[in-house]
């Protein structure tokens, strides 16, 4: 196979790659905001002590810390995409 064929073929598989990827960020994140909407109905659903509040406060937090890491990596994802210049992300 020639360069220009393989560079190609390579570019071609990364964008598929990278287009599942966001299709997966977008999905996860929706799970995640769905939760936080839980969290939010128990806290006004609920008649709960101290502590019960923190606990939820602090799923709270840390599920909008984990949405925004998530979204931070779904925009530059689609941001290569976008520029065309998508590439394979290796996980040794």
Not at 4 to 27: D, N, P
Not at 46 to 62: H, I, P, T
């Amino acid at each position: 196979m020639r360069q220009s064929q393989a560079e190609t073929r390579r570019q071609s598989v990364a964008k598929r790659s990278m287009t599942k990827e966001a299709k997966q960020l977008t999905s996860l994140i929706d799970g995640l905001r769905k939760s936080l909407d839980d969290i939010h109905k128990q806290r006004v659903s609920m008649k709960l002590s101290g502590a019960e509040m923190g606990v939820l406060d602090e799923r709270r937090n840390n599920l909008l810390l984990t949405i925004a890491a998530l979204d931070d990596r779904l925009s530059a994802v689609q941001g290569l995409i976008d520029l065309g210049r998508p590439h394979v992300i290796r996980v040794h």
